[in-house]
Protein backbone atom coordinates (compact mmCIF):
# COMPACT_ATOMS: atom_id res chain seq x y z
CA UNK A 1 0.00 0.00 0.00
CA UNK A 2 1.07 3.12 -0.89
CA UNK A 3 1.38 5.81 2.20
CA UNK A 4 4.38 7.54 4.83
CA UNK A 5 5.93 5.61 7.43
CA UNK A 6 7.25 6.96 10.71
CA UNK A 7 8.86 4.87 13.26
CA UNK A 8 9.51 4.42 16.25
CA UNK A 9 5.97 5.11 16.93
CA UNK A 10 7.70 5.79 20.75
CA UNK A 11 10.70 7.38 21.31
CA UNK A 12 12.76 7.98 24.91
CA UNK A 13 15.77 9.87 25.31
CA UNK A 14 18.53 10.60 28.26
CA UNK A 15 19.56 13.81 28.53
CA UNK A 16 22.11 14.77 26.09
CA UNK A 17 21.11 11.89 23.61
CA UNK A 18 21.27 12.13 19.72
CA UNK A 19 18.42 10.49 18.69
CA UNK A 20 16.88 9.92 14.87
CA UNK A 21 13.36 9.77 13.84
CA UNK A 22 12.87 7.57 10.64
CA UNK A 23 10.35 8.61 7.62
CA UNK A 24 9.78 6.89 4.83
CA UNK A 25 7.54 7.46 1.71
CA UNK A 26 6.20 4.88 -1.15
CA UNK A 27 4.73 8.10 -2.83
CA UNK A 28 6.81 9.04 -5.20
CA UNK A 29 6.46 12.34 -3.59
CA UNK A 30 9.18 15.42 -4.12
CA UNK A 31 8.94 16.82 -1.37
CA UNK A 32 8.88 16.16 2.31
CA UNK A 33 8.43 17.75 5.95
CA UNK A 34 8.88 17.63 9.59
CA UNK A 35 6.71 19.01 12.10
CA UNK A 36 6.57 19.56 15.56
CA UNK A 37 3.16 19.55 17.38
CA UNK A 38 3.52 20.77 21.11
CA UNK A 39 -0.39 20.99 23.12
CA UNK A 40 -2.13 24.67 22.29
CA UNK A 41 0.71 24.93 19.24
CA UNK A 42 -0.28 23.82 16.43
CA UNK A 43 2.16 22.14 14.05
CA UNK A 44 5.14 23.81 13.81
CA UNK A 45 8.01 23.44 10.42
CA UNK A 46 11.09 22.11 11.78
CA UNK A 47 13.18 21.51 7.57
CA UNK A 48 11.75 20.42 4.31
CA UNK A 49 13.01 18.97 1.48
CA UNK A 50 11.45 19.33 -2.17
CA UNK A 51 14.87 17.28 -3.96
CA UNK A 52 17.16 14.96 -3.45
CA UNK A 53 20.06 16.05 -1.33
CA UNK A 54 18.44 19.37 -0.74
CA UNK A 55 16.59 20.25 1.93
CA UNK A 56 16.18 23.95 3.51
CA UNK A 57 15.10 25.28 7.83
CA UNK A 58 11.38 25.87 8.83
CA UNK A 59 10.74 28.23 11.27
CA UNK A 60 12.19 25.82 14.31
CA UNK A 61 15.32 23.92 13.08
CA UNK A 62 17.72 24.80 16.04
CA UNK A 63 18.61 21.84 17.58
CA UNK A 64 17.43 19.63 14.51
CA UNK A 65 19.39 18.18 11.41
CA UNK A 66 18.15 16.22 8.57
CA UNK A 67 19.01 14.48 5.46
CA UNK A 68 17.66 13.85 2.13
CA UNK A 69 20.11 10.81 0.57
CA UNK A 70 17.21 9.38 -1.18
CA UNK A 71 13.87 10.43 -2.02
CA UNK A 72 11.30 8.15 -0.19
CA UNK A 73 13.70 8.92 2.89
CA UNK A 74 14.12 11.87 5.41
CA UNK A 75 15.02 11.23 8.22
CA UNK A 76 15.36 13.46 11.52
CA UNK A 77 17.75 13.79 14.18
CA UNK A 78 16.88 15.72 17.33
CA UNK A 79 20.64 16.78 18.81
CA UNK A 80 21.59 17.63 22.05
CA UNK A 81 21.46 20.99 21.75
CA UNK A 82 17.31 20.79 21.27
CA UNK A 83 16.64 21.61 24.99
CA UNK A 84 13.13 21.02 25.08
CA UNK A 85 12.52 18.05 22.52
CA UNK A 86 9.72 16.44 24.36
CA UNK A 87 6.68 16.69 21.57
CA UNK A 88 4.70 14.43 18.56
CA UNK A 89 7.21 14.77 15.45
CA UNK A 90 4.91 14.08 12.13
CA UNK A 91 6.41 13.58 8.70
CA UNK A 92 4.60 14.47 5.63
CA UNK A 93 5.13 14.55 2.01
CA UNK A 94 3.53 15.79 -1.08
CA UNK A 95 4.26 16.60 -4.72
CA UNK A 96 5.69 19.47 -5.92
CA UNK A 97 4.40 21.62 -8.67
CA UNK A 98 2.63 25.18 -9.35
CA UNK A 99 -0.12 24.09 -7.94
CA UNK A 100 0.03 23.10 -4.50
CA UNK A 101 -1.47 20.14 -3.40
CA UNK A 102 -2.23 18.14 -0.05
CA UNK A 103 0.33 16.75 2.02
CA UNK A 104 0.39 13.13 3.43
CA UNK A 105 1.21 12.56 6.96
CA UNK A 106 2.55 9.76 9.15
CA UNK A 107 1.33 8.52 11.87
CA UNK A 108 3.82 10.52 13.92
CA UNK A 109 6.22 9.69 16.61
CA UNK A 110 5.90 11.00 20.33
CA UNK A 111 9.45 11.56 21.47
CA UNK A 112 9.73 12.08 25.60
CA UNK A 113 13.14 13.18 27.83
CA UNK A 114 13.58 10.82 30.69
CA UNK B 1 5.36 31.59 10.82
CA UNK B 2 2.06 30.30 11.96
CA UNK B 3 -0.71 32.00 8.75
CA UNK B 4 -3.15 29.86 9.48
CA UNK B 5 -4.98 30.64 12.70
CA UNK B 6 -8.07 29.20 13.68
CA UNK B 7 -10.89 30.27 16.08
CA UNK B 8 -9.19 28.35 19.28
CA UNK B 9 -12.03 26.90 20.78
CA UNK B 10 -13.21 23.27 21.75
CA UNK B 11 -16.37 22.83 20.48
CA UNK B 12 -18.49 20.31 22.11
CA UNK B 13 -21.67 19.41 20.22
CA UNK B 14 -24.62 16.95 20.70
CA UNK B 15 -24.68 14.22 17.48
CA UNK B 16 -26.92 15.48 14.58
CA UNK B 17 -26.06 18.80 15.07
CA UNK B 18 -23.50 21.22 13.03
CA UNK B 19 -20.41 21.91 13.92
CA UNK B 20 -18.75 25.65 12.58
CA UNK B 21 -15.29 26.75 13.16
CA UNK B 22 -13.20 29.49 11.67
CA UNK B 23 -9.57 30.66 10.40
CA UNK B 24 -8.06 33.71 10.11
CA UNK B 25 -4.78 34.13 7.63
CA UNK B 26 -2.82 37.08 7.55
CA UNK B 27 -0.71 37.08 3.86
CA UNK B 28 -1.67 36.10 0.43
CA UNK B 29 -2.49 32.41 -0.48
CA UNK B 30 -2.82 29.89 -3.48
CA UNK B 31 -4.89 27.68 -1.27
CA UNK B 32 -6.13 26.95 1.82
CA UNK B 33 -6.47 23.24 3.36
CA UNK B 34 -8.52 21.73 6.17
CA UNK B 35 -7.10 18.70 7.94
CA UNK B 36 -8.56 16.51 10.89
CA UNK B 37 -6.65 14.60 13.58
CA UNK B 38 -7.63 11.99 15.90
CA UNK B 39 -6.16 11.74 19.26
CA UNK B 40 -2.52 10.71 18.55
CA UNK B 41 -2.93 10.27 15.04
CA UNK B 42 -1.27 11.75 11.72
CA UNK B 43 -3.26 14.34 10.03
CA UNK B 44 -5.87 13.53 6.95
CA UNK B 45 -6.42 15.88 4.64
CA UNK B 46 -10.31 16.89 4.31
CA UNK B 47 -10.74 19.76 1.57
CA UNK B 48 -8.30 22.37 -0.18
CA UNK B 49 -10.35 25.56 -1.67
CA UNK B 50 -8.18 27.41 -3.97
CA UNK B 51 -7.78 30.98 -4.00
CA UNK B 52 -10.14 31.88 -7.08
CA UNK B 53 -12.79 29.90 -5.41
CA UNK B 54 -15.82 31.07 -2.48
CA UNK B 55 -17.15 27.98 -1.57
CA UNK B 56 -16.27 24.20 -1.95
CA UNK B 57 -18.56 20.84 -0.42
CA UNK B 58 -17.24 17.12 0.10
CA UNK B 59 -19.63 14.82 1.15
CA UNK B 60 -20.71 16.46 4.59
CA UNK B 61 -18.28 19.10 4.57
CA UNK B 62 -18.81 23.01 3.47
CA UNK B 63 -15.79 24.90 3.41
CA UNK B 64 -16.29 29.09 2.45
CA UNK B 65 -12.95 31.44 1.94
CA UNK B 66 -12.85 34.85 1.84
CA UNK B 67 -10.11 36.14 0.27
CA UNK B 68 -10.96 39.96 1.42
CA UNK B 69 -11.04 38.86 5.03
CA UNK B 70 -8.81 36.40 4.84
CA UNK B 71 -10.77 33.73 6.61
CA UNK B 72 -12.46 30.48 6.11
CA UNK B 73 -14.77 28.23 7.70
CA UNK B 74 -15.00 24.66 7.72
CA UNK B 75 -18.67 23.52 8.56
CA UNK B 76 -19.57 19.73 9.49
CA UNK B 77 -23.32 19.41 8.72
CA UNK B 78 -25.46 16.33 10.73
CA UNK B 79 -22.06 15.32 13.02
CA UNK B 80 -21.82 11.87 14.06
CA UNK B 81 -19.43 10.44 17.25
CA UNK B 82 -16.72 9.89 14.50
CA UNK B 83 -16.41 13.39 13.64
CA UNK B 84 -14.84 14.03 17.29
CA UNK B 85 -10.82 15.33 16.43
CA UNK B 86 -9.14 18.35 16.53
CA UNK B 87 -9.51 20.34 12.76
CA UNK B 88 -7.02 22.46 11.51
CA UNK B 89 -6.56 25.08 8.76
CA UNK B 90 -3.26 25.44 6.86
CA UNK B 91 -2.31 27.88 4.18
CA UNK B 92 -0.20 27.55 1.20
CA UNK B 93 1.48 30.66 -0.53
CA UNK B 94 2.23 30.54 -3.74
CA UNK B 95 5.90 29.76 -5.08
CA UNK B 96 6.44 26.98 -2.42
CA UNK B 97 4.52 24.18 -0.39
CA UNK B 98 5.20 25.49 3.07
CA UNK B 99 1.97 24.60 4.29
CA UNK B 100 1.59 26.82 7.49
CA UNK B 101 -1.33 25.36 10.14
CA UNK B 102 -3.23 26.97 12.96
CA UNK B 103 -3.86 25.76 16.76
CA UNK B 104 -6.67 23.59 15.90
CA UNK B 105 -10.20 23.28 17.11
CA UNK B 106 -10.75 20.70 18.90
CA UNK B 107 -14.16 19.31 18.52
CA UNK B 108 -16.39 16.60 20.54
CA UNK B 109 -19.67 15.38 19.20
CA UNK B 110 -22.04 13.87 22.04
CA UNK B 111 -23.89 10.39 20.99
Known amino acids: DGGITQSPKYLFRKEGQNVTLSCEQN?????MYWYRQDPGQGLRLIYYSQIVNDFQKGDIAEGYSVSREKKESFPLTVTSAQKNPTAFYLC?????????????FGQGTRLTVV | SQQGEEDPQALSIQEGENATMNCSYK?????LQWYRQNSGRGLVHLIL?????REKHSGRLRVTLDTSKKSSSLLITASRAADTASYFCATAPYGNNRLAFGKGNQVVVIP
Open chain 2, 27 to 31: TSINN
Open chain 2, 49 to 53: IRSNE
Open chain 1, 92 to 104: ASSILGPRNTEAF
Open chain 1, 27 to 31: LNHDA
